[in-house]
């Protein structure tokens, strides 16, 4: 079945810095690559997503890439902010195998003020 | 976006009885649902797939007999935990898929904590 390793476990970045997240995926038939924000105590929230035919997306200051060749894609959060301090999971899917997803293993992110 | 909903958000209960946890997709129809477990400080695994009209499938390891997973309708899915014990304390997410835009994303529940004394 398919692994989803995710880089760091812990990442702490001044506010105004940027921050990357790292995700490597081991079932190369997966499309479908969506990227969750949890904060304490709540289910995950979708921030962005990218599909195997795409090599880039950015919605405002958040940004993923995604090389398919490397079996890896990476979350940008650029000019991070106090309220961008929760975990983040990357996660893995087929979309025609009934969109199991795969989840990597979690980066708690902290922005210091 | 779509609204997934789960009922309760908490629940603590004595060693040896069943829990039953509610997720409702609110504003549209899922004939798949998912359920996920989540430890402190770790990541969602899934436990098993949720099937309106038949059965549910579980992943490698879930026991089925103690996690049961009933898909009654288009719009609820039920887990119950039979028989819980300290260790099955835990938080428990479900999910359900549906189309946005031209593409399929799922939508979580807020989880409920269950802790189990």
């Known amino acids: 079945g398919e692994n989803v390793e995710q880089h760091p476990s812990t990442l702490s970045v001044q506010e105004g810095d940027s921050a990357v997240i790292k995700c490597t995926y081991s079932d190369s038939a997966s499309n479908y690559f969506p990227w969750y924000k949890q904060e304490l105590g709540k289910g995950p929230q979708l921030i962005i997503d990218?599909?195997?035919?795409?090599g880039e997306k950015k919605d405002q200051r958040i940004a993923v890439t995604l090389n398919k060749t490397a079996k890896h894609f990476s979350l940008h959060i650029t000019e991070t902010q106090p309220e961008d301090s929760a975990v983040y999971f990357c996660?893995?899917?087929?979309?025609?195998?009934?969109?199991?997803?795969?989840f990597g293993g979690g980066t708690r992110v902290l922005v210091k003020p | 976006g779509a609204v997934v909903s789960q009922h309760p958000s908490r629940v603590i209960c004595k060693s040896g009885t069943s829990v039953k946890i509610e997720c409702r997709s609110l504003d549209f129809q899922a004939t798949t649902m998912f359920w996920y477990r989540q430890f402190p400080k770790q990541s969602l695994m899934l436990m098993a797939t949720?099937?309106?009209?038949?059965?549910?499938?579980?992943e490698q390891g879930v026991e089925k007999d103690k996690f049961l997973i009933n898909h009654a309708s288009l719009t609820l899915s039920t887990l119950t935990v039979t028989s819980a014990h300290p260790e099955d304390s835990s938080f428990y997410i479900c999910s359900a898929p549906t189309w946005t835009a031209n593409y399929n994303e799922q939508f979580f529940g807020p989880g409920t904590r269950l802790t189990v004394l």
């Open positions: 996660a893995a899917s087929i979309q025609a195998a009934g969109n199991k997803l795969t």
């Open positions: 949720s099937n309106e009209g038949s059965k549910a499938t579980y």
């Open positions: 990218i599909r195997s035919n795409v």
